[in-house]
Structure formats: structure tokens, C-alpha cells
């Protein structure tokens, strides 16, 4: 690729004409998007640092993301819009573009965060770190209470979807409850990792630390 081309997202140079191509391509493919669909991304250039390479990539793999996605967010509306579209078809592609919505927000806040971290200023809409603090055993107490109850919710969601087992020819009901399923699942995921990394993840913390602490034992030699 020639210097500076924006023809390609991004050459693997990490000069500062590619630099300005990759970062010009990312606002092309973040402008195609509608306004409602997608937030203004802030565009991340790799750090001239020994870091810079890494985050280059991640770059790299955000710029391919929000490109592949953009016709497709695009193409979900007019489907939903289009006047000859089945109401259900609509009411479950109208269903898509608001998970691709959250996408795009998810993907800005991660490239807020990167930024902040080069530039080791913080932003409101950046995605957080994770805290180095002692154990908090009130949230890890409160947090399994909520897997338990989404555990049984999960387990009532199952019932329900037997229980419309017939009307799933004629319906949208049993597609509608599995997918409720599928978001019980997944904040059963968020509630275990809150639990398992954030309220309880600092004791791995705390014995690295310790282990840090220990006199250096020299191993005999054989």
C-alpha cells in the first residue's frame, strides 16, 4: 500500500501518514452509520511508546468492526422501514438494530478508554478498570443473591417455553422467551464475573503481593 493511500484501513505501518489514513477510514466507516444507531466514536492513534504497536492492532481490529457493521445497521433499517416488510419481521429486526445500537456504544467506550490510557487522562464515557481494593464481602454476598434469582428465573423461563410449545408455528412467543433465556444467561455471566474478579478477585491480588513480600530463597543447585 502506498503512504498515506485511505484506500485500506489500515497497512500495518505505523508511520504518520498511516496513521492519519487509518484514522480518517475509521471516521468514513463510524460516519456511515446513522446518528441514532451509532455515538461519535473518538478516534485512537497508536502512541509513539513501546506500547504503540498494541494498540495499534486494537485499532486496527475496531476500525474492521465498525466497518463490517455499518452497512448492516443501514440495512436493517431500510428492512424495517420498507413498507412490503411482515410486522413481525419488523418488530424482531427492530430487535437487532437496538443490540447493534449498544454495540456501538460498548465499542466507543472501549476506544474512550484506550485513549484515556495513552493520554492517562480519564473520561466519564470510558470503560472502567477494574478495582485493586480489599475483598468486598457485601457485594459478594449481594451479588450471589442476584444469581440465585436469575438462576430461577432461568429455570421459570424454561417452564413458560414448554408451557407455548404449540404456538410456536403460529408465533412469536416461544423465539421471544428463548431469547429472554439467552439475556438470563448472560446476566448470570456479568453477575459471576462481578463476583468472581471484582468482589473477590482482589484476594489474588493480595497473595501475589505477599509472595512479593518473601525473602528471596535461593534453589540449590543439583
Not at 428492512?79 to 445500537?101: C, G, K, N, Q, S
Not at 454495540?103 to 485493586?132: K, W
Not at 434469582?149 to 403460529?170: C, G, I, S, V, W
Request: net charge negative; charged share 25%.
Amino acid at each position: 500500500m502506498t503512504h498515506g493511500t485511505p484506500s485500506a484501513y489500515d497497512s500495518g505501518c505505523r508511520c504518520q501518514e498511516c496513521a492519519e489514513a487509518n484514522a480518517t477510514a475509521l471516521r468514513s466507516a463510524v460516519g456511515s452509520v446513522p446518528a441514532a444507531a451509532a455515538p461519535q466514536m473518538t478516534v485512537v492513534r497508536p502512541a509513539p511508546s513501546p506500547g504503540g504497536a498494541i494498540f495499534g492492532g486494537v485499532l486496527r481490529h475496531l476500525t474492521d468492526h465498525v466497518a463490517s457493521e455499518a452497512g448492516f445497521i443501514s440495512s436493517y433499517r431500510e428492512l424495517a422501514e420498507a413498507p412490503a416488510t411482515p410486522e413481525a419481521v419488523r418488530y424482531l429486526i427492530r430487535l437487532v438494530i437496538e443490540d447493534e445500537e449498544r454495540h456501538h456504544r460498548v465499542l466507543h467506550e472501549i476506544v474512550t478508554a484506550i485513549e484515556g490510557g495513552v493520554s492517562l487522562q480519564a473520561a466519564s464515557d470510558a470503560v472502567p478498570n477494574l478495582p485493586h481494593e480489599p475483598p468486598d464481602r457485601t457485594l459478594e454476598k449481594v451479588t450471589s443473591q442476584f444469581l440465585a434469582a436469575e438462576r430461577a428465573d432461568a429455570k421459570q423461563l424454561r417452564a413458560l417455553r414448554k408451557e407455548l410449545r404449540p404456538f410456536r408455528d403460529t408465533s412469536l412467543w416461544v423465539l421471544l422467551v428463548e431469547l429472554m433465556e439467552q439475556d438470563t444467561a448472560k446476566h448470570i455471566r456479568l453477575l459471576s464475573f462481578i463476583r468472581d474478579h471484582i468482589a473477590r478477585q482482589p484476594l489474588r491480588y493480595l497473595a501475589v503481593s505477599r509472595a512479593l513480600d518473601r525473602p528471596f530463597e535461593a534453589t540449590p543447585e543439583s
